[in-house]
């Protein structure tokens, strides 16, 4: 009990949790260590000294009391403490001395632990900032490359850098100030590249209208040459056509291909459209750009279509179609080209647009044309922009239209120019033989137009049957079927040969004929020029199936198919009606003169007492004009056009010998004057037989021969010198001997026969016939004669 109490009080009289502590350690064994280093570091080994202290205290009334029950243990025990003691005593010092070295060392720890916990802090703060520096530097440096490309123009890839600082940079910069500032920037810079790539579409807009002709020249040109080889393409069809439909050779076909590299040829940039649009792509306006686009090329276009109103159009057109067909090549190009930029839609409004306007522009200054050459080069040019055009997926068909439309007022003017040709032409005709003397000249004016009757070249000088007229009519024929054909071969036109037939047509009976007719109507006209007009006539008659093949070769149909059709020109039936008229004009004219002839009947004595030995004077007029009408008619006109001239010619003196008898002026005739009639019609039929075979017209006309044309006169002088006049009225004979005379003519002539005394009946009788039965029978004649009328 007093031990308990004793232990109460050690424990109320020092620190009793803490010394409870120390003393379960002690008790445990365990090590101390921590305990005396928690002492040290808290600052308090005083109090550890204490609590040990205490322990100790505790420890020896332990000792004192378990002495007590174990004394001699417990002075072992003492004993053992008190070395115990002296080691805890050298322990103690051993401790001061460790804890004095542990602070000395530990406080130059906590320094350098303050000044690393600093450095830490430090390198973090410093590893923050260069993050946040690298950030700042890296949207710097985009920055610096945005403006680099900006002014150096690439600003295709300024805006994906502004696109990547927009969306992953702006977030991360750390710097307020240096993000706001980029952020307000970034617009700026979009705004001004739209202004730039603006400005740059801007002068495109300008460079490409003012090159744009140029273009549309170099695709016209591209036309005009594929053109150009259609026609030498064709042109050596024709000739092999010839060749072979004249037998001249074996023909060798071949194939010509000619690449044309149009990108090599039409060099335009597109560049600053491209990056326009594909700028403005990127920034999200590539609307706003289509419709800007769409709206500047259209003012163009309409400043383009308008007509200068100084220069003539003849003298403009080729730049105003230039120009347009620039504009169009050039959007076809950016239709295909530049992704949507254009759509097809527009483009045909555009299209439809220019049409329009080009198709009234083209009305209107063809019907103020009036020169069809003039509008044969507006076509011509119209053509090859169609051509040109067509190429590039246009649909011309208006302007063609506007053409087909046309082409009566071009035939009219263009026949109205011929008109003028031809009138020239005549004017200057001479009305002569044309004479020539090299065979140039005779290919240039006979082979050409294949006027010629022989494949042989005769020799030189040449004279032709026609005059200078038919080769001058022909190359003013061949050239309105050039131009006619010109005119109608458009559009890849092939169907046109109708048309060309149709114009020419007009051409040689509404000018060629006409002409021809008023010549042969003129009131000066002579007997030569009759006769060379009826010649030129025939020819132009033949060369009607030249001009038609011509025409059908333009026209690029097979002649062979126009020969198999026996296809022909109206103008031929016409053509051979005033030839009919010329020679009726001939055959009055020859019958005038022969008139003036024959009006020299009056001086014949018709009761001269003595028959003329050589006839009458006014014969040998008539042979002598007869014999050079021959001459003349052999060099020039056709051997059965001269018979025909020649029968008409002496039925005529026929009939003017008949009529000379049936004169008022003469009252009476006799025997005599009727033979001397007789004298003078076999020197005709003498002539006439003559000229039957000399000339060759017995090969021809093998049945009957010129002197059956003057059967009237020759069956009246017959009969009048008949020895029985009265078998006249035998049916049988009169149809056999005077089935030409008629009764009347016969009647009034024979009341005028007046016989001659009955010596000159005897001398001239050959039948031995009785003058008085002679008269008698003559009378009888007479009488019958009256009767039956």
């Known amino acids: 009990m007093q031990a308990k109490t004793k232990r109460r009080t050690v424990t109320e009289n020092g620190d009793g949790g803490e010394d409870l502590v120390l003393a379960t350690s002690i008790w445990n064994g365990e090590d101390l260590g921590p305990i005396v280093r928690h002492a040290f570091e808290m600052g308090r080994p005083e109090a550890l000294s204490h609590q040990l202290k205490n322990v100790v205290k505790k420890k020896e009334v332990e000792i004192e009391e378990l002495c007590k029950l174990h004394y001699e243990e417990f002075i072992q025990a003492v004993d053992e403490l008190r070395g115990l003691l002296v080691d805890a005593e050298e322990l103690k010092s051993e401790l001061s001395s460790d804890n004095f070295r542990l602070q000395d060392v530990g406080s130059k720890l906590l320094l350098k632990l303050e000044e690393l916990l600093e450095s830490y802090s430090i390198k973090k703060n410093v590893t923050e900032a260069i993050k946040m520096s690298k950030v700042c530097v890296q949207a710097l440096e985009l920055c610096v490359k945005c403006n680099t490309h900006v002014t150096e123009g690439r600003f295709y890839p300024a805006l994906k850098i502004l696109d990547l600082i927009e969306k992953i940079f702006l977030q991360n910069i750390p710097v307020k100030a240096l993000r706001k500032v980029i952020e307000n920037q970034i617009p700026v810079i979009k705004l001004h590249i739209e202004k730039k790539v603006n400005s740059e579409f801007n002068e495109w807009l300008v460079h490409i209208r003012s090159t744009a002709r140029e273009i549309g020249q170099i695709a016209i040109g591209q036309a005009a040459s594929a053109r150009q080889r259609d026609e030498e393409m064709r042109a050596r069809q024709r000739e092999a056509e010839e060749q072979s439909r004249s037998g001249l050779g074996d023909c060798t076909y071949s194939l010509d291909v000619e690449e044309i590299n149009e990108a090599s040829i039409l060099k335009f940039d597109l560049t600053p459209v491209y990056r326009a649009y594909h700028i403005h792509t990127c920034l999200g306006i590539q609307d706003q750009f289509r419709e800007y686009y769409y709206k500047n ?240 006539i025939s020819v132009l008659e033949r060369a009607c199936d030249h001009f038609l093949r011509q025409a059908a070769q333009h026209c690029g149909i097979p002649v062979r198919s126009i020969e198999r059709t026996r296809a022909s020109l109206n103008a031929k039936l016409v053509l051979k009606t005033s030839r009919d008229e010329a020679y009726h004009t001939l055959l009055n004219l020859v019958n005038a003169k022969l008139d003036e002839f024959m009006a020299l009947t009056a001086n014949i004595n018709w009761i001269t007492e003595e028959t003329p030995q050589n006839g009458n004077d006014y014969i040998n007029e008539v042979v002598f004009f007869l014999d050079t009408l021959m001459s003349t008619g052999q060099q020039i006109l056709p051997m059965d056009t001269l018979y025909k001239v020649l029968i008409e010619a002496l039925e005529h003196i026929s009939n003017s010998i008949v009529s000379a008898f049936l004169s008022d002026t003469v009252k009476r005739f006799n025997v005599n004057a009727v033979m001397g009639i007789d004298i003078d019609l076999k020197v005709l039929e003498s002539f006439a037989e003559d000229r039957f075979h000399s000339t060759g017209m017995s090969e021809i006309h093998k049945e009957g021969s010129l002197g059956d044309c003057l059967i009237e006169a020759r069956q009246l002088i017959n009969l009048l010198l008949s020895s029985q006049p009265e078998n006249f009225m035998n049916p049988v004979i009169r149809e056999k001997n005077y089935s030409a005379l008629d009764y009347k003519k016969v009647a009034s002539i024979c009341e005028k026969f007046k016989d001659s005394p009955d010596r000159l009946f005897g001398s001239l009788s050959s039948r031995n016939t009785k003058p008085n039965a002679r008269k008698k029978s003559m009378d009888m004649l007479k009488k019958r004669l009256k009767d039956f009328n």
């Open 297 to 536: 090329r259209l003012l163009q276009l309409n400043s383009d279509l308008q007509i200068s109103s100084i220069q003539p159009f003849l003298e403009s057109h080729q730049t105003f179609f230039a120009q347009i067909a620039g504009f169009f090549i050039v959007e076809d190009r950016v239709l295909r080209t530049a992704g949507g930029l254009l759509s097809a839609n527009q483009l045909e409004t555009i299209w439809d647009t220019a049409v329009a306007k080009m198709t009234f522009v083209l009305d209107e200054q063809f019907s103020h044309m009036e020169t069809a050459s003039h509008l044969l080069l507006i076509k011509d040019y119209v053509t090859l922009i169609g051509s040109t055009l067509t190429r590039y997926g246009y649909q011309v068909g208006p302007l063609l239209e506007v053409l087909d439309n046309s082409k009566d007022k071009y035939h009219e003017l263009l026949l109205e120019e011929c008109q003028q040709q031809m009138v020239d032409v005549f004017a200057n005709n001479t009305y002569e033989q044309m004479e020539m003397k090299k065979e140039y000249e005779y290919n240039m004016n006979v082979i050409a137009f294949h006027l010629q009757t022989s494949d042989t070249i005769p020799s030189f000088p040449y004279i032709a049957p026609f005059s200078s007229t038919v080769p001058e009519c022909c190359r003013v024929v061949r050239s309105f079927i050039e131009d006619s054909v010109s005119y109608l071969s458009y559009g890849g036109r092939m169907n046109f040969y109708d048309v060309v037939k149709k114009y020419l047509d007009k051409l040689l009976i509404d000018v060629l004929n006409e002409n021809l007719l008023k010549a042969i109507y003129s009131p000066t006209i002579g007997m030569s020029q009759a006769m060379q007009i009826a010649a030129n």
